[in-house]
């Protein structure tokens, strides 16, 4: 059974461009995760899908972050326009459905510097 | 105040000593607590897990939970090169809350 993937592993972006994180959740999680590690810092979480809903994105750190999950299958969250403390290593889990804390699956992540 | 903290270490130790990872939290709702293990560059892997209060055995490994004091270890027996990672001490339940991580350096 193939894990989570995520898309690209690393990105270097300039400040005030866009970029695009991908994330393949195991088939048949219902329940897919982002979250963030910057420099020096824990991993946060930033939002929580039930198949295409938003269920949770309490995590989100300003509207400049666009998370959105088409199908209910594999997800993308949008960086627009990029600045400088969004560096960091970004994350995605997935876990079956009805279950959470200890059933999250996470991808290698996504790594994104911008400069 | 962090919810979990974790001395992030790094804890060097030799070949077949027994590891103990500790951390405490805040908040006394949560009731799952997880330790997870990570890779250099890659994505954190769940080692086990605890429900409320108690130990959990699972081969080399053993977690502890004391909700009284809100204390959480994990320990490691006859530990191998192969556990040096860094070991994050985790809680809550769909919305999972992180320590910052402790570096374990297990040396041949």
């Known amino acids: 059974e193939a894990g989570v993937t995520q898309f690209p592993s690393h990105s270097v972006i300039e400040k005030g461009q866009t970029v695009t994180l991908r994330c393949d959740p195991i088939?048949?999680?219902?329940?897919l995760y982002w979250y963030r590690r910057v420099m020096g810092k824990e991993i946060k979480f930033l939002l929580h899908?039930?198949?295409?809903?938003?269920?949770?994105e309490s995590g989100m750190p300003n509207n400049r972050f666009l998370a959105e999950r088409t199908g209910g299958t594999y997800s993308t969250l949008k960086v627009q326009p990029a600045e400088l403390e969004d560096s960091g290593v970004y994350f995605c889990?997935?876990?079956?459905?009805?279950?959470?804390?200890?059933?999250?699956?996470f991808g290698p992540g996504t790594r994104l510097t911008v400069t | 105040q962090k919810e979990v903290e974790q001395d992030p270490g790094p804890l060097s130790v030799p070949e077949g000593a027994i590891v103990s990872l500790n951390c405490t939290y805040s908040?006394?709702?949560?009731?799952?607590f997880m330790w997870y293990r990570q890779y250099s560059r890659k994505g954190p892997e769940l080692l086990m897990y605890?429900?409320?209060?108690g130990n959990k055995e699972d081969g080399r490994f053993t977690a502890q939970v004391d909700k009284s004091s809100k204390y959480i270890s994990l320990f490691i027996r006859d530990s191998q090169p192969s556990d040096s990672a860094t070991y994050l001490c985790?809680?809550?339940?769909?919305?999972?809350?992180f320590g910052t991580g402790t570096r374990l350096l297990v040396s041949p």
């Open positions: 889990a997935s876990s079956p459905p009805g279950q959470g804390a200890y059933e999250q699956y």
């Open positions: 088939s048949g999680h219902d329940n």
């Open positions: 899908f039930v198949k295409e809903s938003k269920q949770d």
């Open positions: 908040n006394s709702a949560f009731q799952y």
């Open positions: 605890t429900y409320s209060s």
């Open positions: 985790v809680t809550g339940f769909q919305k999972l809350v």
